[in-house]
C-alpha cells in the first residue's frame, strides 16, 4: 500500500500571499490530520477531518483553513502568510476515528515565508 | 486537557549502550500514549504505543515502554542501540474516545556515538 503523500514537499512564498498543501491519506483511511512543525512550538495540531466533516481543530487563527474531499484527500490553506508560518506541515492518516489507532504520517511540506 | 513532558532535550550514548528516553503526561482523562520517531527530513514513524493491558509494551527497532499510572509516566527504552537510532523521538497522547488528536512533547534528540 502506498503511504501517505504530501505535495508540494518544499514551498518558498512571500509574505502577505496564500498558499494551498495537499494530502493524499493512505487508501482507505478516512480520518486525515494537519499538524505544525516549527523548532519554537514543536508539533502542534491543526484540525482533523473525518468523512469530509471537521472533527475537531487546534488554536490557529482563522487564517489556517482546510478541507477534505469525497475521496479522503484533503488540502490545507493558510492565507495572508506572516512569516511565522514558516514550518514543516505534516498530514497524517489513520483508518478510523476515535484517538487509538495509529496515525500514519507524510514526509511534510516545508513553507518558508520570505 | 492533556500535556506530555520529555524531560531530556538532548541524549548522547555511545553505540551499543542502554537508553531511557523519559516521558510524563497530564490529563485528567483516560489517554493513549504513543512514542513515534522522527527521521531527518522524514515524517514521523511510530514506534509504539499503549492502549491498555499489559504496562510493557514492545515495538519495533527493538524498543520498549512502560506505562507507569502513579506516576504518570510512558518511558521509553532500548538495551542497546546502533548509530542507526539517532533521530528526534516524540512522546505523545491522545484522548481515550476522542479525536485523532495527538498531543506531543517537545522531542528528545538521541544522538548515538560509535
Known amino acids: 500500500k502506498a503511504g501517505v503523500t504530501q505535495t508540494p514537499r518544499y514551498l518558498i512564498k512571500t509574505r502577505g500571499q496564500q498558499v494551498t498543501l495537499s494530502c493524499s491519506p493512505i487508501s482507505g483511511h478516512r480520518s486525515v490530520s494537519w499538524y505544525q512543525q516549527t523548532p519554537g512550538q514543536g508539533l502542534q495540531f491543526l484540525f482533523e477531518?473525518?468523512?469530509?466533516?471537521?472533527?475537531n481543530k487546534g488554536n490557529f487563527p482563522g487564517r489556517f483553513s482546510g478541507r477534505q474531499f469525497s475521496n479522503s484527500r484533503s488540502e490545507m490553506n493558510v492565507s495572508t502568510l506572516e512569516l511565522g508560518d514558516s514550518a514543516l506541515y505534516l498530514c497524517?492518516?489513520?483508518?478510523?476515528?476515535?484517538?487509538?489507532?495509529?496515525?500514519?504520517f507524510g514526509p511534510g511540506t516545508r513553507l518558508t515565508v520570505t | 486537557a492533556q500535556s506530555v513532558t520529555q524531560l531530556d532535550s538532548q541524549v548522547p550514548v555511545f553505540e551499543e549502550a542502554p537508553v531511557e528516553l523519559r516521558c510524563n503526561y497530564s490529563s485528567s482523562v483516560s489517554v493513549y500514549l504513543f512514542w513515534y520517531v522522527q527521521y531527518p527530513n522524514q515524517g514521523l514513524q511510530l514506534l509504539l504505543k499503549?492502549?491498555?493491558?499489559?504496562?510493557l509494551v514492545k515495538g519495533i527497532n527493538g524498543f520498549e515502554a512502560e506505562f507507569n499510572k502513579s506516576q504518570t509516566s510512558f518511558h521509553l527504552r532500548k538495551p542497546s542501540v546502533h548509530i542507526s537510532d539517532t533521530a528526534e523521538y516524540f512522546c505523545?497522547?491522545?484522548?481515550?474516545?476522542?479525536?485523532?488528536?495527538?498531543?506531543f512533547g517537545a522531542g528528545t534528540r538521541l544522538a548515538v556515538h560509535p
Open positions: 477531518y473525518f468523512s469530509e466533516t471537521q472533527r
Open positions: 505523545a497522547v491522545s484522548k481515550s474516545g476522542g479525536y485523532n488528536k495527538l498531543i
Open positions: 497524517a492518516s489513520s483508518p478510523r476515528k476515535g484517538g487509538r489507532y495509529e496515525q500514519y
Open positions: 499503549y492502549l491498555s493491558g499489559s504496562t
